[in-house]
């Protein structure tokens, strides 16, 4: 009998075959050869600022309520959250402000969840449906290099790994409580005869918030199964996740009315902030060995929904129904990836691929009143887009000591706008971008590696972009020049380093860098325009030590710098972190005890019109212990119960209509979380 996902290995195998050069088809691979998984990116680094995030670490990490906060253990990544679980947090690293994700490119189980034309920020990244103990490592390669890295990688890419290890594998079912309310119920099965990636898990959470309008809640399914193992066609896994999310939004107050006693400091305007999110995810990878080459294939499928109601402004453009936002985003998408890898001779590999993705989506944002009533719609549209990319390169490697990776890959993008406001705007555009990549090792002693690496990257337009033009507003606060079309934004990067590795001992790395965009362009949602920036340029340094006393004890310190400039005016680039360090312990004992310590030191930041933020330090701690089938954990967030501002902006708004209206910009912040803390127990069935 016909297994009901036979056709579809087979509909991807005649993939393979048609792909595959004449004499590589899956028919002719040896009888005896025993089938060998594709791994398509190389585990052992290819740039000096490669960072691997493992298993030990995220089991023992402080912080991983969700899978937002794994991304906190990346160094040089801070996240900074200005609505309660279940909405996107705002993204740094290597001195951007990526925003919601718009320069740092995030892919799940290989499919990128950056979301090119969301409504509340291009690039827009949520990660609510991933859950956290199924992720199986986090890497992160910092910069343009790679061939695979695409659009808005022009910071890198983070990407997750699912699966579940071998010690962890078999049925757990968890409990925690917080000193927030916070519940959180959470099922994993992980099949103990079957591979590390195969995984069914479930999650249930709410949690009231550490002060008003912060509350959260959501309900997650993530799965993950190989379907078939075939020696003649390959292996075919399937992932599939649904997700869905009810999240509180407090809203930025006023720094002079905290100090003058008109607000709490972790205070709120208005408590009827917020919104939902759902998720329907879905991916099928196949991979096959050729013989003379591998190939990876991969096909997936999105739905997405987002409502959200903000107000940042109070009654600065409605002095009388106040400036609520309500902004309904709709999504669906459609992609197929490839990925191929052929020898060519004994020292040169060939790498080549390509992938395409279509959405169809559609956006509205009205302004609404106290009952949440339409005032004004500001916009509404319909849109169809297409990315598309090819790429193709060599990797050379005459001698142990030394590998070249050289190649290009050309984007594509498509856009179909229409306005439903005024319906003779319509809009279309097909944007193009070539980059060139190149990456190279020298391994200069047994311990010592020399890496030096190019890339272009870019961040292609959202797609209400293309329907903007426009003089740039006259109160903008950025260096600019003019306004103009929707294009790619291109950058241009290198970065030279060295990484050292004694045994199990000790492992440091030290990265300079440096990235330059010359026509830099951002879309302003509030004037409807894009704006064109003045040339800009980012110069750091990164820096990582870990330090292993014992093979179950590790001491990491991560160290990054980078000064971010406007090249003209020599103004600094607003809100990018100049400076941040983080310290760690992560300790996973044998007898089953398992600690971890995390001390994050984030530095002042610049923001527009001359402000600077505040500098900020937070300590976090978590504790566990496992006796036979029960695991009893504790984890304690800013243990020094440190009152600090996690975000801080400097903007025009008007709240107390008894004052005059000003538009003059004034310092507001969103609190941090004060000392809290969870306790969970695990049971191993």
Do not use: C
């Amino acid at each position: 009998m016909r297994r009901p996902s036979e056709p579809l290995l087979r509909a991807f195998a005649l993939l393979a075959v048609l792909a595959a050069p004449a004499g590589a088809a899956a028919h002719d691979v040896p009888k005896d050869r025993r089938y060998a998984t594709v791994v398509v990116s190389d585990r052992s680094p290819r740039t000096a600022s490669q960072r691997t995030v493992g298993p030990a670490e995220i089991a023992a990490s402080p912080r991983r309520r969700s899978a937002d906060d794994l991304l906190r253990l990346v160094p040089g990544v801070l996240l900074i959250q200005h609505g309660a679980e279940g909405k996107g947090q705002q993204m740094f690293m290597r001195g951007f402000d990526a925003a919601h994700g718009a320069d740092i490119e995030v892919k799940v189980a290989g499919v990128t969840v950056n979301e090119l034309s969301n409504i509340h920020g291009q690039g827009y990244v949520d990660l609510g449906f991933v859950i956290p103990e199924v992720v199986r490592r986090v890497t992160a390669n910092k910069g343009p290099f790679l061939l695979d890295q695409g659009n808005f990688a022009n910071a890198g890419t983070i990407r997750f790994d699912l699966g579940v290890e071998p010690d962890a594998r078999g049925s757990r079912v968890g409990y925690e409580f917080g000193s927030t309310l916070r519940h959180r119920g959470v099922f994993v099965h992980a099949p103990k005869n079957m591979a590390k990636e195969t995984f069914f898990a479930v999650e249930a959470m709410t949690d009231k918030g550490f002060a008003a309008a912060r509350a959260a809640r959501r309900a997650t399914f993530l799965g993950q199964i190989r379907l078939l193992d075939s020696k003649t066609h390959g292996a075919l896994d399937l992932t599939a996740g649904v997700y869905t999310a009810r999240f509180d939004a407090p809203g930025a107050v006023r720094a002079d009315d905290v100090a003058a006693g008109r607000v709490d400091f972790a205070g709120v305007y208005r408590d009827d902030g917020g919104g939902r999110s759902n998720r329907l995810f879905t991916a099928l990878r196949h991979q096959l060995d050729l013989g003379a080459g591998k190939l990876e294939q991969r096909l997936h499928g999105q739905l997405r929904a987002l409502d959200l109601v903000e107000d940042f402004t109070g009654y600065l453009l409605d002095p009388l129904a106040g400036d609520r936002r309500n902004q309904r985003h709709r999504f669906a998408s459609l992609g197929y990836q490839l990925d191929y890898r052929r020898p060519l001779h004994r020292t040169l590999e060939l790498l080549a691929g390509g992938a395409w993705q279509g959405d169809v989506l559609r956006q509205h944002d009205v302004r609404v009143d106290v009952r949440h009533q339409v005032v004004s719609r500001n916009w509404d549209l319909g849109a169809g887009q297409h990315q598309a990319h090819a790429r193709a390169g060599l990797r050379w490697r005459p001698v142990d000591r030394f590998v070249l990776e050289a190649g290009a890959r050309l984007d594509l993008m498509a856009y179909n706008v229409r306005d439903r406001i005024v319906p003779d705007r319509r809009a279309r555009k097909v944007l193009a971008l070539p980059s060139p990549r190149i990456n190279a090792s020298v391994r200069l002693a047994p311990f010592a590696t020399l890496f030096l690496a190019y890339g272009r990257g870019l961040r292609a337009p959202e797609a209400r972009a293309v329907l903007g033009g426009g003089a740039t507003p006259e109160d903008t606060a950025l260096d600019r020049y003019r306004g103009g079309p929707a294009r790619i934004v291109a950058s241009d990067s290198v970065e030279v380093g060295t990484r050292f590795q004694h045994r199990e001992l000790v492992s440091a790395g030290l990265s300079l860098f440096g990235t330059w965009i010359d026509r830099e362009l951002v879309f302003d949602h509030v004037s409807a325009v894009n704006i064109e920036l003045n040339r800009t340029r980012r110069l750091g340094v990164d820096f990582d030590l870990a330090v292993w006393p014992r093979r179950w004890l590790q001491l990491r310190q991560d160290v990054s710098l980078v000064q971010a400039r406007f090249v003209d005016s020599g103004a600094p680039v607003p809100l990018a972190p100049p400076f941040m360090s983080a310290t760690g312990l992560t300790l996973v004992h044998p007898s089953g005890f398992r600690a971890g310590a995390r001390f994050l030191v984030v530095g002042s930041r610049a923001l527009p019109h001359g402000a600077r933020t505040s500098a900020y330090a937070l300590l976090d701690l978590s504790l566990g212990y496992r006796v036979g089938p029960l695991q009893l954990d504790l984890q304690i967030d800013n243990v020094t119960n440190a009152q600090w501002k996690e975000g801080e902006y400097h903007f025009a708004s008007w709240w107390d209509r008894s004052e005059p209206r000003s538009t003059i910009p004034t310092l507001h912040f969103l609190a941090g979380p004060p000392l809290t803390a969870r306790i969970g127990a695990t049971l191993w069935l």
